[in-house]
């Protein structure tokens, strides 16, 4: 993928899973979406050792459930997406021999295709500012 300032990235990774597979009863709450993205957050940092980036999921409120008790009613898209993307030269560090970036987003069908709103928002990556340098 080339990114809108010309950088190229590959995809290294891709992890996909419902992101309301553990919801056995009731509907999901904005509480609940914000644990849920915190949690992946947590993940994807302690898996991949990098700080992950989000893309913020558009949250959509479910109507017809007044006074719901458990939260408010709101739904994220159904597929939680994790992966890794790699550049084969350095983000800042002169020392470093590339960069690296997890990235956390949501959408409503499982991946492949990524969703074309998740394709724009990675081309406007700011590279230099959200990726880690690494050594082979």
Not at 27 to 37: A, S
Not at 112 to 126: C, E, H, Q, V, Y
């Given at each position: 993928m080339v990114l809108e300032k010309g950088r190229v990235i590959h995809l290294r990774s891709l992890e996909q899973w419902g992101t309301y597979s553990g919801l056995l009863e009731g509907?999901?709450?904005?509480?609940?979406?914000?644990?849920?993205?915190k949690r992946t957050m947590d993940a994807a940092r302690e898996k991949y050792r990098f700080e992950p980036f989000l893309i913020p999921p558009v949250e959509t409120l479910i109507d017809g459930f007044p006074g719901y008790r458990f939260g408010t009613p709101a739904q994220i898209p159904s597929i939680t997406?994790?992966?890794?993307?790699?550049?084969?030269?350095?983000?800042?560090?002169?020392?470093?021999?590339?960069?690296?970036?997890?990235?956390?987003?949501f959408q409503s069908d499982l991946a492949?295709?990524?969703?074309?709103?998740?394709?724009?928002?990675?081309?406007?990556?700011?590279w230099e500012e959200v990726a880690s340098d690494f050594q082979y």
């Open positions: 509907i999901p709450t904005r509480e609940m979406n914000h644990r849920h993205i997406c994790v992966a890794t993307f790699d550049c084969f030269s350095i983000a800042r560090d002169e020392s470093m021999d590339a960069s690296t970036l997890p990235v956390v987003w492949f295709p990524i969703a074309d709103n998740i394709l724009a928002s990675l081309r406007l990556l700011k």
